[in-house]
């Protein structure tokens, strides 16, 4: 019994049950994780204006993919960039944020995820405290998913 507390304390340690006031961290290397989909939002009023790529953790995918509950620790990041309409097409623009939702299941109260958002260029939140009003409210439509609104698409190759 003694090799297998290493390996539990690398778990707890690589899968923090909470977060700081209950947020997702900012997600480091994040343009390095499996790229979801894109999509654009142009209508300037609503809240969610942008161009999205959408990206998982490593440790999300297989959830993402089998269309299963997300282990905690599962980890979706949606960058926002301006939109920019040209020649029948929206690009990629100024960045504007970056939202994450990450699996914790201490979190009863937001269906177990932990949620926030950030500046682009920075490390601070932008959500604090009204994560389950800003983000949640919207996400309990996909409960069934798991409360993750992006799917799995194959690239039909």
């Not at 499996?34 to 999300?60: A, F």
């Amino acid at each position: 019994m003694k090799a297998a507390a290493p390996l539990v304390l690398l778990a707890a340690l690589a899968v923090p049950s909470a977060f700081a006031a209950g947020n997702a961290p900012y997600p480091e290397g994040v343009r390095e994780w499996i790229h979801v989909k894109s999509m654009v939002i142009h209508d300037r009023s609503h809240p969610l204006y942008g161009y999205h790529d959408v990206y998982v953790n490593p440790l999300g995918y297989g959830a993402l993919r089998a269309g299963t509950p997300y282990p905690a620790g599962s980890t979706l990041a949606v960058v926002f960039y301006e939109a920019v309409a040209g020649e029948g097409s929206y690009s990629q623009g100024r960045p504007l944020k970056v939202v994450v939702m990450r699996k914790d299941p201490a979190r009863t109260d937001t269906g177990g995820w932990a949620f926030e958002a950030f500046r682009a260029g920075s490390r601070e939140p932008l959500v604090g405290d009204a994560a389950r009003e800003q983000c949640f409210g919207c996400h309990t439509q996909v409960r069934e998913r798991d409360y993750v609104f992006s799917t799995f698409r194959d690239s039909g190759g």
